[in-house]
Nanobody, 125 residues
Framework: QVQLVESGGGLVQAGGSLRLSCAAS????????MAWFRQAPGKEREFVAG????????NYADSVKGRFTVSRDNAKNMVYLQLNSLKPEDTAVYYC??????????????????WGQGTQVTVSS
């Protein structure tokens, strides 16, 4: 069983930045591929960014490439998402998730077994 707790969300003006954190329980954290998803009101949950167990491989949604950066610290059981140049359309609840064992970084939610409770990011225009 893995527990995930996100933090760092908030209200920010367009063009601003936030850093989201995800704290994970479990001794096997360093073996997990992790990802961030987001869900805006009335929309489906969508993939934002993923990172493999070592941090050596990452994947981003086209909509956030060049603006968001995913990273991890295995010694601290933490995953981060740096959000820069935020836009109103980035407004959503952001979730971190643990991928089930498979090759590569999946971009669909059904490939992820454990989820946090989410943290709200609101970007004002």
């Amino acid at each position: 069983q893995v527990q995930l707790v996100e933090s760092g969300g908030g209200l920010v003006q367009a063009g601003g930045s936030l850093r989201l954190s995800c704290a994970a329980s479990g001794r096997s954290f360093s073996t997990y591929t992790m990802a961030w998803f987001r869900q805006a009101p009335g929309k489906e949950r969508e993939f934002v960014a993923g990172i493999n167990w070592s941090g050596g491989s990452t994947n981003y949604a086209d909509s956030v490439k060049g603006r968001f950066t995913v990273s991890r610290d295995n010694a601290k059981n933490m995953v981060y998402l740096q959000l820069n140049s935020l836009k109103p359309e980035d407004t959503a609840v952001y979730y971190c998730a643990v991928q089930r064992p498979r090759i590569g970084i999946a971009t669909i939610s059904i490939e992820y077994d454990y989820w946090g409770q989410g943290t709200q990011v609101t970007v004002s225009s």
